[in-house]
């Protein structure tokens, strides 16, 4: 069952700016070890290192969407990462408050389950956030 449902629409520059504005100081406070290497990774096209960051950062404000608190209350940016699954399909990995959030909002005898889709088309990057709660296997 659906126990969570986000979605954010950003523009590419204005991230753009804040990393020149910031530089290292916004890209540590903000994005995952994982998040930033995968950024790195495409470091021979300026526009999608900057595209990369933007969607990581939609996903981000969705996921606080769907954890329904907003970036507050214990639920940070670098305790929300995306990660990539082998094959290339995106999922989110809490950690701190966002985890602690997730943990309150799942039932007993179930398990949180994140759904993610990003995408970006310059100068527009978008993220939607499903958290869903599966029932434990019984063992
Ligand atoms: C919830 C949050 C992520 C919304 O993001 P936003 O970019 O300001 O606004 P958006 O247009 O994407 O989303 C707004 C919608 O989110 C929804 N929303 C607001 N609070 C929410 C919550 N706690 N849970 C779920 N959805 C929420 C509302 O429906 C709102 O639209 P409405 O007021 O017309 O009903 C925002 O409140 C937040 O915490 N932003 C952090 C901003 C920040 O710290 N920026 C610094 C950059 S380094």
């Known amino acids: 069952m659906i126990i969570g449902i986000g979605s954010d629409l950003i523009d590419i520059t204005r991230v753009a700016k804040v990393i020149e504005r910031h530089g290292e100081r916004f890209l ?3 994005f995952t070890v994982a998040e ?3 950024a790195e990774r495409r470091a021979k096209n300026e526009k999608m290192v900057v595209a990369t960051y933007a969607k990581r950062f939609a996903a981000k404000e969705a996921c ?3 954890l329904g608190t907003g970036i507050r209350r214990g639920v940070w940016w670098r305790d929300m990462g995306v990660v990539n699954l082998p094959g290339g399909r995106p999922t989110m990995q809490l950690t701190g408050g966002a985890l602690a959030r997730l943990q309150a909002l799942t039932p007993e005898g179930f398990e949180a389950r994140i759904d993610v889709s990003i995408t970006d088309d310059w100068p527009l990057a978008q993220a939607f956030v499903i958290i869903s709660a599966v029932p434990l296997a019984k063992s």
């Open 28 to 30: 540590d406070r903000i």
């Open 36 to 38: 930033r290497a995968k």
């Open 64 to 66: 606080s969407k769907a």
